[in-house]
């Protein structure tokens, strides 16, 4: 499935995004959905996913009150809501997405999908 991701910029620290993954096609409704980001030399590291079959949503530890993760299969389009966000933030978030539905949504292996990436820059 292609991923197209939208929604990042600058923004001041304490100030909010809302980052969008559209997947034009296909069964979106049967896909698990990540987010992950990038930092400049720094590992990809998770942020957040919705299991298509799991109401359990989990959050990275540094992310967890401050962003929400939600679906819209109508749309076809997952999305990403950021508040209160810290210059440590910065970095460029993707999208993924996978047929797994299991505990193992947090690993980037898992993912057979990735979107091109949208930078998100905090300044202090």
């Known amino acids: 499935v292609q991923l197209q991701a939208s929604g990042g910029g600058l923004v001041q620290a304490g100030g909010s995004l809302r980052l969008s993954c559209i997947a034009p096609?296909?069964?979106?409704?049967?896909?698990?959905m990540g987010w992950f980001r990038q930092a400049p030399g720094k590992e990809r590291e998770f942020v957040a996913a919705m299991s298509w079959r799991s109401p359990i949503i989990p959050y990275a530890d540094s992310v967890r009150g401050r962003f929400t993760i939600s679906r819209d299969n109508a749309k076809n389009t997952i999305y990403l809501q950021m508040n209160s966000l810290k210059p440590e933030d910065t970095a460029v978030y993707y999208c993924?997405?996978?047929?797994?539905?299991?505990?193992?949504?947090?690993?980037?292996?898992?993912?057979?999908?990735w979107g091109q990436g949208t930078l998100v820059t905090v300044s202090s």
């Open positions: 993924a997405a996978t047929r797994s539905s299991g505990s193992s949504l947090f690993r980037p292996s898992v993912y057979d999908s």
């Open positions: 096609g296909g069964t979106f409704s049967r896909y698990s």
